[in-house]
């Protein structure tokens, strides 16, 4: 699988940016999509995932009610709205892939991940 991400960049405090993944090279029916992100200085977090098969969202408590984690209409294409950002938000941002569905203790483990994309940046400052 490969995951290119996509949509990064600069914007002011409270305001939103829209990150893409596109998903190639084999069926993801039934696993698991997910966003990290990684500030500087800091563990990679795990920001929200999609469990595929029945759609299951899941959000850090960080995120929940200003991030909406969704698939495009393209098949393989996924998406991560995020709205009323903050400079904690600061960060560079990976999408991630699994061919297994995760439950709700495992989605924001990177161990759980086998497939990752390169990063994109995005900065949150006035």
């Known amino acids: 699988v490969q995951l290119q991400a996509s949509g990064g960049g600069l914007v002011q405090p409270g305001g939103s940016l829209r990150l893409s993944c596109a998903a190639s090279g084999t069926s993801l029916n039934g696993g698991t999509i997910a966003w990290f992100r990684q500030a500087p200085g800091k563990e990679r977090e795990g920001v929200s995932a999609l469990r595929r098969g029945d759609s299951r969202k899941y959000y850090s408590d960080s995120v929940k009610g200003r991030f909406t984690i969704s698939r495009d209409n393209a098949e393989n294409t996924f998406v991560l709205q995020m709205n009323n950002l903050n400079p904690g938000d600061t960060a560079v941002y990976f999408c991630?892939?699994?061919?297994?569905?995760?439950?709700?203790?495992?989605?924001?483990?990177?161990?759980?991940?086998?497939?990752w994309g390169q990063g994109t940046q995005v900065t949150v400052s006035s």
């Open positions: 991630a892939a699994s061919r297994f569905g995760k439950i709700a203790s495992a989605w924001s483990r990177r161990d759980q991940y086998e497939f």
